[in-house]
């Protein structure tokens, strides 16, 4: 059975997930929550960490064990899945994506995203030229999230794209897809050999009212 590897969207660790782990625990499955470099509520931020950053500490996690991986990224952490996946295509057994970045070679979250996100990332790291804070609305455990990992542009030999499962999950609540980057995602991938695409009917954030809903979906990929 896979190990799943939790990845966390920006401004969040992996507390997030936390919900998620214990339920997938109860069910028998081994799962890791990552907290990114700048993302813990007790740790240090970390201005100058980038995409690159991010990638390299969840291979190294990964790495750390030898079971086969399921990788979940929500958010901005869709582009780290896709990184680490592409050096590690043979040991990933699923990709899967929560309302998240579908990254090809040279895209950046910047390059993806929308212009309320746009602006939200520049006016936001206005004070520190570094940090982006978190939205009014996020838990008040999130972090100020490095800019540069936003901004900075993926490297894919596509390796990633062998993965056997691949999995986009997308948030459909109405008043959510007014502002969502990932509406043209989603109509993509619908018509993308090798995708499954799974509709859910909440926000972005998927944990607010606990796992039920995710956990089902990541069993069925196990």
């Known amino acids: ?32 929550a990552v907290t990114l470099s700048g993302l813990s509520p007790e740790g240090p931020l970390a ?33 780290v899945i896709s ?13 899967v994506y929560l309302d998240a970045f579908v990254p090809e ?3 950046s979250c910047w390059s993806m995203t929308n212009d309320w996100e746009r602006t939200w990332f520049i006016d936001g790291a206005g004070d520190s030229g570094l940090l982006v804070p978190p939205l009014p609305f996020f838990d008040a455990r999130a972090r100020p999230h490095p800019l540069g990992s936003y901004l900075q542009k993926s490297k894919l030999t596509g390796a990633w794209k062998k993965v056997a499962r691949k999995h986009y999950v997308a948030a459909t609540d109405p008043e959510w897809l ?16 090798g995708w499954v695409v799974t509709e859910l009917a ?21």
């Open 105 to 107: 070679n040279g895209d």
């Open 1 to 32: 059975m896979g190990r799943f590897i939790l990845v966390p969207g920006g401004n969040h660790g992996g507390w997030w997930y936390e919900p998620l782990v214990l339920a997938l625990e109860r069910a028998g499955r081994s799962a890791d």
């Open 202 to 222: 909440c926000t972005h954030d998927f944990l607010k009212n606990g796992p039920d809903l995710l956990l089902p979906l990541l069993l069925a990929e196990a």
């Open 47 to 79: 201005p100058a960490a980038t995409l690159d950053t991010h990638i390299a500490e969840v291979t190294t996690l990964c790495n750390g064990s030898s079971e086969p991986l399921i990788l979940v990224g929500h958010s901005y952490a869709g582009s």
């Open 83 to 95: 990184g680490v996946a592409d050096q590690l295509t043979e040991r990933v057994e699923a990709l």
């Open 178 to 193: 007014k502002a969502s980057p990932f509406v043209e995602t989603t109509r993509r991938l619908r018509n993308e050999p």
